[in-house]
Nanobody, 124 residues
Framework: QVQLVESGGGLVQPGGSLRLSCAAS????????MAWFRQAPGKEREGISC???????YYAPSVRGRFTISRDNAKNTVYLQMTSLKPEDTAVYYC??????????????????WGRGTQVTVSS
């Protein structure tokens, strides 16, 4: 069974940092495109970052320059390093995976597997 499990969320002050992790099981991450989405209350799910199997990355304008996506294929894990966090970053963050090539903007329907999400709250 394919499973994605996010971790690392929590409460952080504006300007702070967090690193989210997504542990994958049931498939080999090496050949998959991995992405992070987020969803705030009352808002649509937003694709914020993606890392392709060849290492190329994409960032939505809302997080570009502040967030960094990376992957460790040996650990079957993808990460999202978040810095300079803003209250507007408050959301549930989801990890997603697909074995098909994707392009910007990231769309919910492009991804086959999803984690349950981890809450990130940015507040003073």
């Amino acid at each position: 069974q394919v499973q994605l499990v996010e971790s690392g969320g929590g409460l952080v002050q504006p300007g702070g940092s967090l690193r989210l992790s997504c542990a994958a099981s049931g498939f080999t991450l090496d050949y998959y495109e991995m992405a992070w989405f987020r969803q705030a209350p009352g808002k649509e799910r937003e694709g914020i970052s993606c890392i392709l199997s060849n290492g190329n990355t994409y960032y939505a304008p809302s997080v570009r320059g502040r967030f960094t996506i990376s992957r460790d294929n040996a650990k079957n894990t993808v990460y999202l390093q978040m810095t300079s966090l803003k209250p507007e970053d408050t959301a549930v963050y989801y990890c997603a995976a697909t074995d098909r090539l994707v392009s910007a903007p990231l769309e919910h329907g492009d991804f086959d597997s999803w984690g349950r999400g981890t809450q990130v709250t940015v507040s003073s």
